[in-house]
């Protein structure tokens, strides 16, 4: 915060903070710590300026681009200034901000993965934005479900949604037609993936039909739960006691990886992030690969001519996934809170989302959103992406549930034993179970 003139800085407030495993304890003090001037530390100087701290975890594009946006928002909103910083990219922000937490020591809005968000709502002092959201210029029912549901935690609001996308499959022309296989069409099955991946592959050539990330991470794991989804399974049960796919839908959802990989049509990338993958797609050695819009870019740049269909499906339609990501608000003070408030907020509207869905390379948070001018432009230049927009009416999301790192641990260790053939998918998936139900047991939701 900026001291005002003469007035020596104090210690900030301590408010709660997220211990280890997961543990909340309350340190409040008993009264606003106040400066020797008699102004309240809560971030604003002696002209009202407040001041606030974003951990952003942006690099690059995304960097550049909510560099754009906060120094308009700084225009337009002169009385508050944003410190952006944090030091470490998304990645990594869960472990610094749960370490924030227990030192007392927090930005005022931080990028925190959805899958995330349930740990952090552990601890009060990440703000509750029910009301806040209803608030809103775009009624809050108006956005989409996969928006909605990822920062909703026991029917509470506790972040904004500020990353949206879903997974669809981005196909390399040049390696179906050298292969002599006609493109696939929208509402085709994963029993044609699996063989239009099989028609694709050519050993002597060392070209694959797909790929599939391989190193146990989320990028590994997110990708199976349409299948499961598809197959009338889910991540929970609805009591939330066990999980939801233990059974056909998680066993038909593996050995469906499991015919990739016996059929050697299946590239499997060992490194965390599925980079390698991409980089074998866009060498031109991969025929098909399950992305989001943030792969685009990449792809368009390659110059590689491509096209866009959705996830195959088992039962005639195709269910996709969002993963989200989310700017979580914490408690610093009424003044620093409210300012945090307004920020997330004016990111929220239709014109900055777009602005921001173009330069990141993720989907628009709402129907408005995506009629306005600006993004069907967009659009309209890069091919398929509406295909990504469109899968957003009945994309899902994994569920906001402290339990869920570990259920995403096991489930990767299953897909990698599959990918790798050193289980059967029966075997793994026992095993991805038992170590499951056990996490949700140890875990107080």
């Not at 020797?36 to 407040?50: E, H, I, L, P, R």
């Not at 952003?56 to 508050?80: W, Y």
């Not at 749960?98 to 709502?121: K, R």
């Not at 088992?314 to 009424?334: E, H, K, R």
Request: with cysteine.
């Amino acid at each position: 915060m900026a001291t005002p003139p003469f007035c020596p800085k104090t210690t900030p407030n301590r408010r709660s903070v997220l211990g280890a495993g997961g543990a909340v304890a309350l340190t409040a003090l008993a009264s606003p710590v106040l400066t020797a001037c008699g102004t309240q530390d809560d971030g604003t100087s002696a002209d009202g300026t407040v001041r606030i701290d974003m951990w952003h975890g942006q690099t690059d594009t995304g960097l550049t681009a909510i560099k754009e946006l906060v120094a308009r928002f700084e225009r337009e909103n002169p009385k508050i200034k944003v410190n952006l910083g944090g030091g470490v990219i998304a990645d990594n922000m869960l472990q610094k901000v749960t370490a924030g937490l227990a030192s007392g020591s927090v930005p005022d809005i931080a990028y925190i993965f959805g899958s995330d968000l349930a740990s952090v709502a552990r601890s009060p002092q990440l703000a509750n934005q029910t009301e806040f959201v209803e608030s809103r210029s775009v009624p809050w029912k108006q956005y989409w479900p996969a928006a909605r549901d990822a920062v909703t935690v026991k029917g509470e609001v506790r972040a904004t949604p500020a990353l949206l996308d879903s997974l669809a499959v981005v196909c390399n022309k040049k390696v179906f037609q050298d292969a002599g296989v006609p493109l696939p069409a929208a509402d085709w099955s994963w029993d044609e993936f699996i063989e239009t991946s099989r028609k694709l592959t050519d050993s002597k050539a060392n070209v694959f039909g797909t790929g599939w990330p391989g190193a146990g991470d989320e990028d590994t794991v997110w990708r199976i739960w349409p299948l499961i989804w598809d197959l009338g399974g889910d991540v929970l049960s609805k009591d939330g006691k066990e999980v939801g796919f233990a059974g056909q839908p998680g066993l038909r959802a593996l050995e469906t990886i499991s015919s990739l990989v016996k059929d050697k049509s299946c590239y499997v990338d060992p490194k965390p992030g599925g980079e390698q993958m991409y980089q074998v797609f866009a060498g031109g050695r991969l025929a098909m690969v399950a992305t989001g819009p943030w792969q685009l870019p990449d792809i368009r740049q390659a110059g590689i001519d491509y096209h866009v269909v959705p996830l195959p499906g088992f039962n005639g339609t195709s269910v996709t996934i969002s993963g989200p990501d989310t700017w979580a608000v914490f408690n610093n003070g009424a003044a620093r809170l409210k300012a945090a408030q307004t920020l997330v907020g004016w990111l929220m509207e239709p014109e900055q989302d777009v602005d921001w869905g173009i330069k990141a390379g993720s989907l628009p948070l709402s129907p408005a959103a995506e009629k306005l001018s600006k993004w069907h432009e967009h659009a309209a230049a890069v091919p398929g992406l509406s295909v990504f927009t469109a899968a957003l009416e009945t994309a899902r999301v994994r569920p906001a549930h402290p339990a869920y790192p570990q259920i995403s641990k096991a489930m990767g260790e299953a897909i990698t034993a599959v990918l790798l053939q050193r289980k059967s998918p029966a075997a793994a998936l026992r095993t991805c179970v038992d170590a499951s139900n056990q996490a949700l047991a140890e875990t107080k939701a």
